[in-house]
């Protein structure tokens, strides 16, 4: 039996609430997206066609996704898309703090959190002030496409820099980032191509847009955990870095 110094065993567990306090609050915020989501599109009933359901369709934003205006807008809906945003961001910073990670790996991965924490911020501006945070939309997609930008250099910085991390935890990484980043401008162009391909005469924002970032959330929130306890109970203590 092979017994383990305690300064390993204690950075193993430190590194596993960091995945999984990452992927709990991944999750939280899944969940937060779809039940925003779904009160939201309420207001469309059991028709596309109602005026309410087409002025929606005309306004809706995402970065979090909420209507335009706040006679569109559902009692509490934006405040849980809000939530949302700022629980993904929550699971980047928490896991930051809570890795055994090295000095610079540390620095680079706060430097993806400010975009995330800005955003997040705008988020609850577009809660209490619908207009300044849409005339501010442009600067919303900058920041989400900066954010997705970022969280490639910080992949690729974790994996090929001194301090690289193994190729097992460079997979769980690429999931738990795909997941924080998920209210990113790629991410959500990507849902409102993929929702408007499903019905083509449709015009405006796509029904149920939301859904796809809320799946996004909870899936990768949930693969984090997985591929985490199945770490634990299959250990790769020899596993090499992206590099060698």
């Known amino acids: 039996m092979t017994i383990k110094p305690a300064g390993d065993v204690r950075r193993t567990r430190s590194d596993e609430?960091?995945?999984?306090?990452?992927?709990?609050?991944?999750?939280?915020?899944?969940?937060?997206?779809?039940?925003s989501v779904l009160w939201q599109w309420s207001v469309c009933g059991a028709s596309s066609a109602s005026q309410a359901c087409v002025d929606l369709t005309q306004t809706m934003n995402p970065l979090p996704i909420q209507a335009d205006t706040m006679a569109l807008r559902v009692a509490w809906a934006a405040p849980l898309a809000a939530l949302a945003l700022t629980l993904a961001t929550s699971a980047w910073i928490a896991f930051l703090l809570l890795a055994p990670w090295g000095r610079g790996i540390k620095i680079?991965?706060?430097?993806?959190?400010?975009?995330?924490v800005i955003m997040s911020i705008g988020g609850w501006f577009g809660v209490w002030s619908v207009d300044r945070w849409v005339a501010l939309g442009g600067s919303?997609?900058?920041l989400g496409?900066?954010?997705?930008?970022i969280a490639i250099g910080f992949l690729v910085y974790a994996a090929m820099s001194r301090e690289a991390v193994n190729i097992v935890t460079t997979r769980r990484l690429v999931v738990l980032l795909f997941g924080v980043t998920a209210f990113g401008t790629m991410h959500q162009s990507a849902e409102f191509i993929l929702l408007g391909l499903a019905d083509q005469s449709a015009t405006g924002v796509p029904r149920y847009?939301?859904?796809?970032t809320a799946l996004?959330?909870?899936l990768t929130g949930a693969g984090v955990i997985w591929m985490t306890l199945r770490e634990r109970k299959n250990p790769h203590p020899r596993a090499a870095s992206i590099v060698g």
């Open 17 to 35: 609430r960091a995945w999984f306090a990452a992927g709990a609050l991944l999750i939280a915020a899944g969940l937060a997206t779809a039940i």
């Open 108 to 116: 680079f991965g706060a430097v993806l959190a400010v975009p995330l």
């Open 140 to 142: 919303w997609i900058i």
């Open 145 to 149: 496409t900066i954010s997705e930008f």
């Open 209 to 212: 847009l939301g859904f796809g």
């Open 216 to 218: 996004t959330l909870a």
